[in-house]
């Protein structure tokens, strides 16, 4: 079946410390997006790609850093830079890169919730 | 101002009940909008899409007023399963950023 596979889980991260997040999706999507959501908040954009070797910051991208090497994926570094990076990220698809709106249903993986140390 | 702004509740309601949530968007420019739905600690998921005339899909009824700026999701007969965080988005396409803009949700729990 095809869909965003994220892992881990659940992931710690020690203070000074680089982590990354995986996504991976067997979709044939074109766009791949990575969103940070904090407890009783919504979603807040970190970066996005529309096409594979491009990709774009979103809102709060600072301590962050994504490559898309490949169409299928689309890995998310969070950085010693990121002060405060305790949350749950989110990683979503569309097949549609312009989100045409016909298609921009996002499809979103299963999360990886990260806590610091 | 954010973006777009919703009543976080919670909505407490008996089943049976119907429930409405109102969401406002605060850029003219938006031109899609969507209701999605989520569940505590998991990914949120399409519930419906909301069409400048109104659109309904089984028990959930989805409304836009562009003129006021508002979309609504109104529920009718809720069930138990219905217990869960509602997400209003929206997205422009007049920047160059093409991505959706979350609100921050609102939590409903249905009471047996």
């Known amino acids: 079946d095809g869909g965003i596979t994220q892992s881990p889980k659940y992931l710690f991260r020690k203070e000074g410390q680089n982590v990354t997040l995986s996504c991976e999706q067997n979709?044939?999507?074109?766009?791949m997006y990575w969103y940070r959501q904090d407890p009783g908040q919504g979603l807040r954009l970190i970066y996005y790609?529309?096409?594979?070797?491009?990709?774009q910051k979103g809102d709060i991208a600072e301590g962050y850093s994504v490559s898309r090497e490949k169409k299928e994926s689309f890995p998310l570094t969070v950085t010693s830079a990121q002060k405060n990076p305790t949350a749950f990220y989110l990683c979503?698809?569309?097949?549609?890169?312009?989100?045409?709106?016909?298609?921009?249903?996002?499809?979103f993986g299963s999360g990886t919730q990260l806590s610091v140390l | 101002r954010k973006e777009v702004e919703q009543d976080p509740g919670p909505f407490n309601v008996p089943e049976g009940a119907t429930v409405a949530f109102n969401c406002t968007y605060s850029?003219?420019?938006?031109?899609?909008f969507f209701w999605y739905r989520q569940d505590c600690r998991k990914e949120p998921k399409l519930l419906m899409s909301?069409?400048?005339s109104g659109n309904e899909d089984g028990r959930f009824t989805a409304q836009l007023n562009r003129a006021s700026q508002y979309i609504s999701l109104l529920i009718r007969d809720s069930k138990l399963s219905d217990s869960a965080t509602y997400l209003c988005v929206v997205n422009r396409l007049d920047t160059g950023r093409r991505a959706l803009t979350f609100g921050s949700g609102t939590r409903l729990q249905v009471q047996p």
């Open positions: 850029n003219s420019a938006s031109q899609s």
């Open positions: 979503a698809s569309s097949i549609d890169r312009q989100l045409s709106a016909t298609n921009e249903k996002l499809l």
């Open positions: 790609s529309q096409i594979v070797n491009d990709f």
């Open positions: 979709l044939n999507h074109d766009a």
């Open positions: 909301v069409y400048s």
